[in-house]
């Protein structure tokens, strides 16, 4: 068989490895104060440069000029709440003047009825449902 050496050389003890681990749970081992000064100056340099590109990164977004007359004008519409109403309207009107101007048309001049006794809707002059669905084709003409 082989030749083995148990004989552990250079190795603790088990007595003396817990004498170890108990002299070294007692230590604190606390920073000098001389290190602990140069560390928060460290931190609060850094601070202090990420508050100065910050703020650089801010004024880097504001824009550079306004224009006082646009300001007025806005103001004087009752702010931009109102100037988004403003141009929602127009927008649908502008839709419906383009979109369907014969639905606008046949809609006003009461050429259509609704048989609300049948349930279905009819049409006095001539008009069905679909004609009064907007659609692409009515911007198209030929001829």
Do not use: C
């Not at 817990?18 to 230590?27: G, I, M």
């Not at 910050?54 to 824009?63: D, I, V």
Request: proline share 3%.
């Amino acid at each position: 068989m082989t030749d083995r050496d148990d004989k552990r050389t250079g190795e603790l003890t088990d007595v003396a490895l817990n004498a170890l681990f108990a002299e070294a749970r007692e230590e604190t081992a606390l920073p000098s104060g001389d290190l602990m000064a140069r560390v928060l100056a460290d931190a609060e340099e850094v601070m202090a440069q990420r508050e100065a590109e910050e703020a650089a990164r801010l004024s880097a977004m504001r824009p550079k000029q306004r224009h006082p007359v646009m300001e007025a004008i806005i103001a004087a519409l009752g702010g931009w709440r109102a100037v988004a109403g403003l141009a929602t309207a127009g927008v649908a009107g502008l839709a419906f003047g383009l979109g369907a101007p014969t639905t606008v048309t046949a809609l006003a001049t009461g050429s259509y009825v609704s048989d609300s006794a049948l349930g279905i809707e009819t049409s006095a002059g001539g008009y069905e449902i679909d004609d009064l669905m907007p659609s692409f084709y009515d911007l198209v003409t030929e001829g």
